[in-house]
């Protein structure tokens, strides 16, 4: 008798399939058990902390170049990973590539917020720690003004900054940076908009105090739940007796999973001003009781985005573009999604010289 629904392989087939994953798996696990933790090291290029302040520290990295670029360069990360993703692997490492192209460059570690930084909340990290930053910088080098690179959140953080303090920021640089927060889109592109839209986040925060970095996780994980939760893994098989393709597996794990805990009240004003209410497009957000016009960064800016991001899509990147008050605007995407404009090895071959040819061709900061 036929069976109805016919198999597309035989049990023999199926069989040889079975035994060969296995042979994989356990090559695989011996591969996994040889390896120790210092093989994939995270964030190894060489630096000073030059400036702390409660969790916070401000690091300055050694410079690669006899003579630096005059203008000193502050990275700000995003508050929910690691900044380290930035120097990720010397191979793959924006800030090596930075350093190794005369850059001077400095970064924010915001650090782990515990119960102390319940209450902490956007006028704190902006006019409070990044402005400290700012100075801390600007009293090292005697200058008056500073280039800026905001990263994601870092980067919406980057925009209030400039346009509150513009007389500090020389050159400004955005990347995968969120600014329309009301852009949706196909393919889980711009999801993460339309699921906060719902949040109760004063129902979060009272309950919760700090919003776990667990409980963040986990809600990026879900935006691709097949590729972020069970397709990896499934292809690590394939890769994982490749010691260079597994250590970089290992490492991008480590970052994905090492996630802070976020300030209860700073995260609670971020959902509710910035994804729910739109108002930093709006000219609605206020900061420290003082609103935040964009139409105040005149200076250049160079807005850099990730044609792939499903965390921040182009569009709401693009967004920039007509809110500025300057004329010296430049953009530049990428093919990659939100992660890959930071790790992958042919971005990065493009990507530092963009940002350090772009620097270089505006003038420096006179001296203070």
């Given at each position: ?327 010296d605007y430049s953009v530049q995407s990428f093919p990659v999604g939100h992660i890959g404009i930071y790790v992958s090895g042919k ?22």
């Amino acid at each position: 008798m036929a069976t109805p629904f016919p198999l597309p392989f035989s049990p023999e087939q199926l069989t040889q399939a079975l035994v060969e994953l296995n042979q994989t798996a356990r090559l695989s696990i011996e591969a996994l058990s040889k390896l120790r933790d210092e093989d994939f090291a995270i964030g190894t290029a060489a630096k000073l902390e030059v400036y702390r302040e409660d969790k916070l520290v401000l690091y300055h990295y050694a410079p690669l170049v006899r003579k630096p670029f005059a203008t000193p360069l502050l990275l700000v990360y995003a508050l929910v990973n690691r900044p380290y993703m930035v120097d990720l692997q010397e191979d793959r490492s924006l800030v090596r590539n930075l350093l190794a192209l005369g850059i001077d460059l400095y970064l924010i570690d915001w650090g782990y917020p515990g119960p102390t930084e319940r209450w902490t909340t956007l006028d704190d990290y902006i006019n409070g720690y990044i402005h400290n930053c700012v100075m801390t910088i600007c009293a090292q080098h005697q200058v008056d003004q500073i280039n800026l690179l905001g990263i994601c959140q870092g980067g919406a953080f980057s925009l209030c900054y400039t346009a509150l303090h513009p007389e500090k920021i020389k050159n400004l640089i955005t990347m995968v940076t969120p600014v329309d927060f009301h852009v949706t889109g196909t393919g889980g592109c711009g999801l993460l908009n339309t699921w906060c839209q719902g949040m109760d986040a004063d129902l979060i925060v009272e309950t919760l105090g700090n919003v776990p970095g667990n409980f963040m996780n986990t809600g990026y994980l879900m935006l691709r739940p097949f590729a972020l939760n069970i397709g990896k893994y499934i292809e690590l098989l394939d890769i994982a007796q490749d010691e260079r393709k597994l250590l970089n597996f290992l490492r991008m794990e480590k970052w994905i999973f090492d996630s802070p805990d976020q300030a209860g009240e700073a995260w609670r004003q971020f959902i509710k001003d910035f994804y729910q209410g739109n108002k930093l497009i709006k000219g609605q957000l206020e900061i420290g009781r003082r609103r935040v016009d964009l139409g105040q960064i005149t200076m250049p800016v160079l807005n850099i985005y990730a044609g792939e991001d499903h965390l921040v899509p182009p569009a709401s990147s693009l967004a920039l573009g007509a809110l500025i008050g300057g004329k010296d605007y430049s953009v530049q995407s990428f093919p990659v999604g939100h992660i890959g404009i930071y790790v992958s090895g042919k971005v990065q071959k493009n990507l530092s010289p963009l940002i350090a040819d772009w620097l270089k061709a505006r003038p420096s900061a006179s001296p203070s």
